[in-house]
């Protein structure tokens, strides 16, 4: 039998587009919705209570326009601060990306891990709990929060040259040599984007690792059911939306990013939320 399912990935910025990507590429026919909150950018700074409401908010909205199998936080700081809250709220499933403190300290040889995050993922008890529950010596693990990076990725990445990108990235480079990581966890979706220039500069000692396959595999173990087949989308059709929340800002960014990704853009008014 023939299936279909709606997705749809919410995130502030344009960080959760890796994982859509992923998933999307092995899943073309589904039906794909993502939520850029431009509008409340960046998560990292706000406080829990306002996340989670605005979160709730977006989620109904979400329920009411196109009827999700599945919503995903495509967000660290989204995920450890509202997840419990929503799966409280909703009876659909929903997924949440945390950083990857899991495999790094799974992997072989494993010395000393870097984790970078956003503010509140580096001071929020979901990431220590993650890391006294997987690591088993927590002073092996350094947390560090890295909100330049998330403005950088959302508002200057596209169309910089690759000695601004340098600029960027190498000192959280030189932190990783002088800490002695053998192991970086981009613990914010923003920072995915940077990983080809991270990969590119790094030691040959450091790996750089995140959570995009483990989130995709995680995705499709609950939407794929045995003796169905992945529909196949019919020529012509429409298949991916890209949203924001804010039209009254500059949003080239988010329509040119929609456009490479083969995705529609549409602008979600003020009296929608």
Sequence with gaps: MLISRNLVFMDSGIGGIPYLRWVREKRPGWQYYYVADNKFFPYGGRSAEE??????????????????????????????????????????????????????????????????????????EYLKELIRKFVPDSETVDCIAAPDLVDFVENRLSGAESDEVRRIVLPYLREAEKRKWTHMVLGC?????????????????????????????????????????????????????????????????????????????????????
């Design 51 to 124: 996340l989670k409401n605005r979160l709730c908010d977006l989620t109904e909205l979400m329920i009411r326009e196109y009827s999700p199998d599945i919503i995903i936080l495509a967000c660290n700081t989204a995920s450890v601060t509202a997840l419990s809250h929503l799966r409280s709220r909703f009876s659909l499933p929903f997924v949440g990306v945390v950083p990857a403190v899991k495999p790094a300290a799974q992997d072989e040889g494993t010395g000393r891990i870097g984790v970078l995050a956003t503010k509140g993922t580096v001071e929020g």
């Design 189 to 273: 979706t923003h920072y995915i984007f940077l990983k080809p220039w991270l990969e590119q500069w790094k030691s040959d000692s450091l790996s750089v690792i995140d959570s995009t396959e483990g989130v995709g595999r995680r995705i499709l173990s609950l939407l794929d059911r045995k003796g169905e087949t992945p529909g196949n989308r019919p020529e012509g059709t429409d298949n991916a939306i890209f949203h924001i929340t804010d039209g009254s800002r500059p949003f080239s960014l988010y329509r040119n990013l929609a456009e490479s990704e083969g995705m529609n853009f549409k602008i979600l008014q003020a009296d929608q939320l």
